[in-house]
């Protein structure tokens, strides 16, 4: 039989109904015994202007799967649908009982379910709000729906049953629900996270979504699809950066990362209520490029926006309260600051105390007393340089180094920073290249300390003595300045670590240098603040040769903005 | 070096044991040595006035950096030689700033120390 024909034929097109006389080998198959009851019925026809159409053709052109049986639950016929959904032909299940499809479980049930309908017959849903099982020839089970209906044909009770095949409706039905729970699971992650999590869209920055924690940042309600400037300047809220100056469109990171497609990271900012609490914020801002969004249009916005059907800028916006580290980091620092000026004041009157005594002893001729105080002396003098570090490395994290740029000569400096290391060993000899002036605008102080930082490591390094050249070249862009060594050297894999805060080389070699790990990182940090760079040549065994430029600035550097 | 008549020096220095070390250290070299624990007095300075003054920038309650500068406006005591202590690395700037004749930063070397003595008186 020609199904499709069937289905899209039209009137007048002959040949779309030539099935009467095409009946074939399997036409023939697919009808009642001779001597059912149902045959001439179902063979009954429908008569049109040119052709005729039995209730039997009917019945198989329905997309569902039919079946009929009758008051004795015998299956009397089913249609082709019947046979492709269970898997069996007409001829394997005409006549058997209507529970072999149906799974086990169901059948005692459903026997006197179907006793109970065909006391009361009416067209209804079968098992509504239950979820239905076929059972295939196969052994498998197939979710189905079920109408039944009451089917008299003169005075022969039947029951007319249609099956559906929800397989693909009910796997629709259960992803929706996985990713309803995944959602609702999702949401509740967000909400439990201790940071704000918000997405916005667009150049107005409207919000898309926001968890729980957004609400506790902000102190107030941020509406879905309300621009964030709307959403500040409705609330009273105000934003600024970490040294105090207030935040305007083009610095606020969330509008940075919508606007410009910036990703901001890590951007210290303080907001303020308007109740005046403050608190402080570490802000990440994450363009997530063009994307269109399903959504509802805030009220004020075009509904017929295209908004809504083209892709938006969007960003990922994540606030972290940080005022608790922040205060903890404060007092941290006001610590060790206070504990560098405790810790100096003592070493100042031990070092005087020692000193007299030294020269007392001298004068006496105990040389042997004098030399153990010598050594004292140069102990604390270590312990003042360490001091020192630690109160310059607070400072400088906090952004409280106070700077004092001036112009000096930069060959005087190396002389007397030269001359002052000379003292201190006698394996070591200093030499110096370049000669005449070198005026550079910096912090003559902070500049020496760069000096004799590269210099006493220099001869810390260089164990077995020798000599450290100096060496100051100037160029167009500036002054590059070595000290050079012939020491134990640096590996090539610790090399690019050496300026990092704490960082100290760990080897065999370097075990017997102690140190905080902290002058070749304020030293980096002082160059840097120049505007110049630092790095470092050096092969192990062979020695090293540390490199720093100064740029050539005769103008106080302007005021900078945000970070160092 | 040293005059006839013992010089005084006066020590402005909170802190008692770096102003013990340093009156040892002075008084080794024969100086008759004067100790202030606080400032207060400065203000009420009568002549004779001493020969130096090593004057502390961190006082409990006051700031050497104002005394200097008073001190310096003072016609009887701009003549004074005042010598400012700290452990202050910008030392050498403030000194110059507020009118000190020298300075000395904390904690100090005795050979220096003692070529400002020598300067100085």
């Known amino acids: ?564 | 070096m040293k005059g006839t008549a013992q010089k005084t020096i006066l020590i402005i220095e909170d802190h008692a044991g770096i102003a013990d070390a340093l009156r040892m250290v002075l008084e080794e070299e024969d100086y008759h040595v004067e100790v202030w624990i606080t400032a207060e007095a400065v203000y009420s300075l009568q002549a004779p006035f001493p020969d130096l003054i090593f004057l502390d920038i961190l006082l409990g309650g006051m700031d050497g950096k104002v005394i200097c500068r008073q001190l310096k406006g003072l016609p009887a005591t701009r003549s004074v030689p005042i010598i400012l202590m700290s452990a202050n690395k910008q030392l050498p700037r403030i000194a110059r700033e507020v009118g000190a004749d020298d300075w000395l930063l904390k904690p100090f070397e005795l050979d220096a120390l003692l070529e400002l003595l020598d300067k100085y008186t």
């Not at chain 1, 992650?189 to 201790?194: G, N, Y």
């Not at chain 1, 006698?426 to 000096?451: N, T, W």
């Open chain 1, 1 to 564: 039989m020609d199904e499709n024909a069937q289905l899209c034929g039209k009137g007048g097109d002959d040949s779309a109904w030539k099935h009467e006389e095409e009946k074939d080998e399997d036409e023939r198959k697919h009808t009642p015994s001779p001597h059912s009851p149902f045959e001439p019925y179902l063979a009954c026809s429908l008569q049109g202007a040119d052709n005729k159409i039995t209730f039997q053709n009917w019945l198989d052109l329905s997309p569902d799967a039919l079946v009929i049986i009758d008051s004795a639950g015998l299956i009397r016929y089913v249609n082709r649908q019947m046979e492709t959904l269970f898997g069996y032909s007409f001829q394997e299940l005409e006549n058997q009982q209507l529970e072999i499809l149906l799974p086990e479980r169901f059948r005692a049930a459903h026997i006197h379910h179907r006793e109970r309908f065909a006391a009361a017959p009416r067209i209804r849903q079968m098992g509504v709000g239950l979820e239905l099982y076929g059972l295939r020839k196969d052994g498998t089970e197939v979710p189905v729906d079920i109408s039944l209906s009451p089917l008299c044909f003169g005075d022969v009770f039947s029951v007319l049953g249609a099956i559906r095949d929800i397989t693909e409706r009910r796997s629709l039905q259960e992803s929706e629900r996985a990713a309803r729970a995944e959602l609702e699971l999702l949401q509740l992650i967000l909400d439990e996270l201790p940071i704000s999590v918000s997405l916005i869209r667009g150049e107005q920055a409207r919000l898309v979504l926001a968890n729980r924690t957004a609400l506790a940042i902000w102190g107030t309600q941020w509406h879905v699809g309300q621009p964030m400037q709307d959403f500040l300047t409705s609330n009273g809220l105000r934003l600024f950066s970490i040294d105090g100056h207030s935040l305007s469109p083009t610095t606020i990171a969330p509008l940075r990362a919508v606007r410009q497609g910036e990703t901001v990271r890590e951007h210290q900012e303080l907001i303020q209520r308007a109740d005046g609490t403050t608190t402080s914020l570490l802000v990440n801002a994450v363009a997530l490029g063009q994307r269109l969004l399903r959504g509802v249009p805030a009220p004020n916005e075009r509904s017929t926006s295209d908004s809504f059907n083209t892709a938006e800028s969007i960003a990922l916006v994540v606030h972290q309260d940080v005022t608790e580290l922040m205060e903890l980091e404060r007092r941290k620092d006001e610590f060790i600051a206070m504990a560098s000026h405790e810790l100096r004041t003592p070493v100042t009157s031990i070092k005087t105390y020692v000193q007299w005594l030294r020269r007392r002893l001298i004068k006496q001729g105990d040389e042997a007393s004098s030399a153990v105080l010598t050594k004292i002396d140069g102990e604390l003098n270590g312990l003042t340089r360490l001091i020192g570090e630690l109160l310059d490395i607070t400072q400088m994290e906090t952004g409280h180094l106070p700077w004092h740029e001036e112009t000096f000569d930069l060959n005087e400096l190396v002389r007397e920073v030269a001359e002052a290391l000379e003292h201190t060993t006698e394996r070591h000899q200093i030499k110096r290249e370049g000669q005449g002036s070198l005026p550079v605008y910096a912090d003559r102080e902070r500049i020496c300390q760069v000096l004799a930082n590269l210099l006493s490591n220099a001869i810390k390094y260089t164990p077995q003595g020798g000599t450290i050249l100096v060496r100051q070249t100037k160029h167009k862009e500036g002054v590059t300045l070595s000290v050079q060594d012939s020491g134990i050297g640096i590996p090539h894999e610790k090399q690019t670590h050496l300026f990092e805060r704490f960082y100290r080389v760990k080897d065999a070699e370097h075990e017997n240098f102690p140190g905080l790990g902290l002058g070749l990182y304020l030293s980096a940090e002082i160059v840097k603040h120049h505007g110049g760079q630092i790095w470092v040549e050096s092969e192990p065994g062979v020695g090293s040769t540390f490199f720093f430029t100064l740029p050539v600035r005769v103008d106080p550097l302007p005021v900078k903005g945000e970070g160092r």
